[in-house]
C-alpha cells in the first residue's frame, strides 16, 4: 500500500456493504486502481471506534477522512468506469439530495440491520 492510495473501511460484517465492497474490489483490479480495503475490525487503526465505523462508510484519501457520501464520491473518483456518479453526485442541485438520502436514510438502516446481526450474534434476540 502507497500513500497514494484510497483506504476504504467498511463493515464486512453487513451483506450488502460487502457486496457492493466487493464490486469496487473487482472494479479496482480490473482497473488498476489504488483501492484498498479494511475491514471493520480495523476501525481503531482509522481512530474510530467500531461502533463508529460501523454507522456509515469511511475512506482515508490524501490524508483526510472521509465518510458518507464524500467516501463514496472518493471511491468513484478513483474508479474509471464510475467517475461519472461522483461528477453528476457532485451537482449542486444532486449533492445536498443524496446526502440526505445517505445520511438519514440508508446509513441509519444500515446501522440498525449490523446492530441486530450483532445481537443475535450474542444471543440477545
Not at 492510495?5 to 457492493?20: A, W
Request: hydrophobic share 45%.
Amino acid at each position: 500500500m502507497t500513500d497514494k492510495d484510497t483506504r476504504i473501511l467498511y463493515n464486512d460484517t453487513c451483506p450488502l456493504c460487502r457486496f457492493e465492497i466487493d464490486h469496487y474490489r473487482a472494479a479496482a483490479t480490473r482497473d488498476s486502481a489504488p483501492l484498498r480495503f479494511d475491514p471493520l475490525k480495523d476501525a481503531a487503526l482509522w481512530g474510530l471506534t467500531e461502533d463508529q465505523a460501523a454507522r456509515r462508510l469511511h475512506v482515508m484519501q490524501d490524508g483526510r477522512l472521509l465518510s458518507g457520501l464524500a467516501a463514496f464520491r472518493a471511491i468513484w473518483a478513483t474508479l474509471p468506469r464510475w467517475r461519472w456518479l461522483a461528477r453528476v453526485t457532485g451537482w449542486p442541485v444532486i449533492r445536498p439530495v443524496v446526502t440526505v438520502l445517505y445520511d438519514r436514510i440508508a446509513a441509519p438502516l444500515l446501522y440498525c440491520a449490523h446492530l441486530r446481526r450483532q445481537a443475535r450474534r450474542k444471543g440477545g434476540i
